[in-house]
């Protein structure tokens, strides 16, 4: 039998799938599950190399899965070469999957909502952020899609880690919400409950008047007079580190 051309396998399933750029966004989405239908590198002995060095949990699968392809037609499939010259594409898991990972309680870890946010880069980094305190999922609200590709780019492959989906304030799932606010009140004080919904407000204009109304606490970060913010994804770094710190998530073996 004769192999599938995999640079055709990729045109057929580029439209529905989103993009793993470079071999570490790869080596994460097969951790955490995602199918995986194309795989391509331009040089299948040091991908497979990288993954015995780094990653020899999926080495086998990755074994399976890469095609080696010419790097004109690798440099075709990606908007920038990256450095592992490993590209591939994954199934974006079903909107009801999330959606009812989302809602299910008890819930063990808070769910990180992003209120209007802006900045892709940002997004991305909190997915990873999500994925490493073991979150539940992160909600974005308004226009911003947290599949863009850049966002997945930035979340280094851990979009399958956790559950990431749009939805309106109206929409968000049970539990209560605590609204990050500099005019809050100080988090020192505060034990971050499992079920929280942990609410962020966008780069340039804070939270909406709708996400607000919708907040049970307002809760500040220690920060010095004079310094207007700090930075959205590193505002969500500093929550859930504080949730994990005062009780949540699994001790690190
Ligand atoms: C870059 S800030 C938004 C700044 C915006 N110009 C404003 O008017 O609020 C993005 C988000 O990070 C969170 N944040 C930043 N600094 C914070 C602090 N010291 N305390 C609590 N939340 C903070 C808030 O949720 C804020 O809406």
């Known amino acids: 039998m004769t192999e ?13 799938c989103v993009l793993l750029d470079g071999f570490h966004a790869l080596k994460h989405a097969l951790r955490f599950g995602a199918r995986v239908p194309v795989a391509v590198t331009t040089d299948r002995a040091a991908a497979l190399a990288l993954a ?11 074994d399976g899965l890469l095609a ?13 070469p990256h450095p592992t010259g490993v590209a591939a594409l994954a199934v974006r898991p079903p909107r009801e999957a999330g959606l009812r990972a989302l809602a299910r309680t008890p819930r063990r870890a808070p769910v990180v909502v992003l209120d209007q946010p802006r900045n892709l880069g940002n997004a991305g980094a909190v997915i990873r952020l999500a994925a490493g305190f073991g979150a539940t999922g992160v909600v974005t609200t308004g ?5 863009h590709p850049t966002v997945v780019r930035g979340g280094a492959g851990l979009h399958f ?8 304030v109206a929409e968000l799932p049970p539990g209560p919400v605590f609204a990050l606010d500099p005019e809050g009140e100080d988090i020192r004080g505060l034990k ?23 907040a049970d606490h307002l809760v500040a970060l220690p920060m010095r007079p004079q310094v207007s913010s700090y930075n959205l994804a590193t505002s969500v770094a500093m929550t859930l580190y504080h949730w994990s710190a005062t009780g949540g998530a699994p001790r690190v073996p």
């Open 4 to 16: 599938p051309d995999p640079l055709a396998v990729w045109r057929r399933h580029a439209g529905p």
């Open 52 to 62: 015995a060095d780094l990653a020899p949990d999926v080495r086998e699968a990755l």
């Open 68 to 80: 080696e392809v010419p790097r004109e037609a690798y440099a075709s499939l990606v908007a920038r």
């Open 143 to 147: 226009p911003l899609d947290p599949w």
């Open 161 to 168: 880690a956790t559950a990431v989906e749009r939805l309106e």
């Open 192 to 214: 971050l409950p499992d079920d929280a919904l942990l609410a962020f407000g966008s780069e340039r204009s804070g939270l909406t008047p709708e996400l607000r109304a919708r």
